[in-house]
């Protein structure tokens, strides 16, 4: 018979428990039920664990299992063969404990997004100089197999671009104010409540989350070292239904999209609310669910679609790694050398090239239409359509209640531009004094 695979595991929160449970299901099935000793070509036994208390361990009401009271020493155990890394965070004692494993020569499963987005690099290097493997389908994308498709499925191709929502919290707020007409924040307060947001939610609404995400997923694609401080990133706080319900008439819904595409200027990575044609892929994905879609040169998009978060979602993932261990397949974590990896550069967004949604609040005198004209002009920005609606206002058929006129909403989607050429049009309007507040401006992801 075939020794098993002896696994230590550290973290048993939503995730760890879940792959606690699914390990021992496994192998408590009769052999020709456990799938995952058949796949494998033998049993893989969760054999120790590491928390922050006993009592979890108890909590699981698995047999058998031993408990070591330090990952750092989980990691090192004599007594296990593959480490599970479940703790999160970009630091100790996550980071330490992994690279405790990789430098013992133990193989390394991990979830942990901030960490691979933080010291993947440094990691990855480890990895290289024990030849442990250092497996993180789970760090992007929960039960969607991103990972392995970028790195093994397609090895032998170039890509011209991946993008995709990558955060269940943003695309659940933004499906429910499109779907409910809610403010921001009131589908905030929802989320919470539900427990899809955390108590301090700005890591998701910020789209710092997904900047982690894409990042590794820019290496994976076109072999960057992974950084997120070199992806441009925006928030959907100030996102509205007016906005949603706008993009819906012009045949668009709004996402927030991680893209990464290869540009004349480099490998451009963003993160910002997108309009998304409403016949594409994406647009489709509605509540927690993730989708990303991989633009092979040559052919036609794919796009997987799937939980991307929860404990039985990322669980799958985290087992498939162990699974991939088990077999003896190893495979580089960023899919080539980490000395062949190029450096990764912000590229700047002023060079970005794409359409743009553009709302604006114009002032009701003569010539402000002339005005904005006039710079977007200036700027060679050509207007695909323009749509003028009626002015929000009191009982005077569009006035304020003073008896003057309140500004009226004009929205403006422009053909392919510059991001610099929107962005010197648009402040040369407001000098002028012809709108009030602030534009709107939303980026439009071609299909």
């Known amino acids: 018979m075939v020794a098993p695979l002896k696994v230590g595991l550290a973290g048993l929160g939503t995730v760890g ?160 104010m499109e779907s409910e007409k809610l403010s921001f924040a009131d589908c905030l307060r929802e989320a919470q409540r539900l427990g899809y947001a955390e108590a301090n939610p700005t890591f998701d609404v910020d789209g710092h989350d997904t900047a982690q995400k894409i990042a590794i997923l820019a290496s994976l694609a076109f072999g960057v070292q992974v950084d997120p401080d070199a992806v441009y990133v925006e928030g959907i706080s100030s996102i509205t239904p007016e906005d949603l319900a706008a993009a819906a008439e012009l045949g668009y819904r709004i996402k927030l999209l991680g893209v990464a595409v290869r540009t004349e200027s480099g490998i451009e990575q963003r993160v910002h609310p997108t309009m998304v044609r409403l016949d594409s892929p994406l647009a489709q994905v509605m509540g927690v669910t993730n989708a990303v879609t991989i633009d092979p040169a040559g052919f036609s998009p794919i796009t997987l679609v799937g939980p991307g978060a929860g404990g039985a979602a990322t669980a799958s993932a985290v087992v498939a790694d162990l699974a991939d261990i088990a077999r003896g397949a190893r495979v580089r974590p960023f899919a080539r050398p980490v000395a062949d990896l190029a450096g990764s550069r912000r590229a700047p967004m002023q060079r970005h090239e794409g359409g743009y949604y553009i709302r604006l609040l114009a002032v009701d005198r003569p010539g402000t239409f002339a005005t904005i004209a006039r710079h977007l002009a200036d700027e060679q920005i050509s207007l695909e359509s323009i749509v003028q609606r009626r002015r929000n206002g009191g009982p005077h058929g569009g006035d304020d209640p003073d008896g003057t006129q309140s500004p009226a909403p004009i929205i403006l989607v422009t053909y392919a531009t510059t991001e610099d050429a929107v962005r010197k049009a648009l402040r040369e309007i407001k000098n002028r004094g012809v709108i009030a507040g602030n534009p709107q401006v939303i980026r439009i992801e071609k299909n």
């Not at 909590?59 to 058998?64: K, Q």
């Not at 193989?107 to 990895?127: E, F, S």
């Open 17 to 176: 428990g879940s792959v606690a449970q699914l390990l021992h299901r496994q192998e408590s099935n009769a052999p020709e039920s456990n799938v995952l000793g058949a796949r494998c070509g033998r049993p893989v036994r969760l054999v120790a664990v590491s928390a922050k208390a006993e009592s979890e361990m108890q909590a699981l009401g698995i047999p058998g299992l031993r408990w070591v009271a330090s990952p750092q020493a989980l990691a090192t155990d004599p007594e296990i063969d593959a480490f599970v890394e479940l703790m999160g965070g970009e630091g100790d004692p996550a980071k330490s404990a992994i690279e405790a494993a990789l430098s013992s020569g133990k193989p390394v499963v991990t979830a942990n997004k901030a960490l691979i987005a933080r010291h993947g690099v440094a990691l990855a290097t480890l990895a290289e100089r024990s030849g442990a493997a250092l497996n993180f389908e789970a760090a992007v994308g929960g039960a969607i197999p991103v990972v392995k498709t970028l790195r093994e499925g397609f090895a032998g191709n170039s890509f011209d671009r991946v993008y995709g929502i990558l955060n269940g919290t943003c695309n659940y707020i933004l499906s429910r």
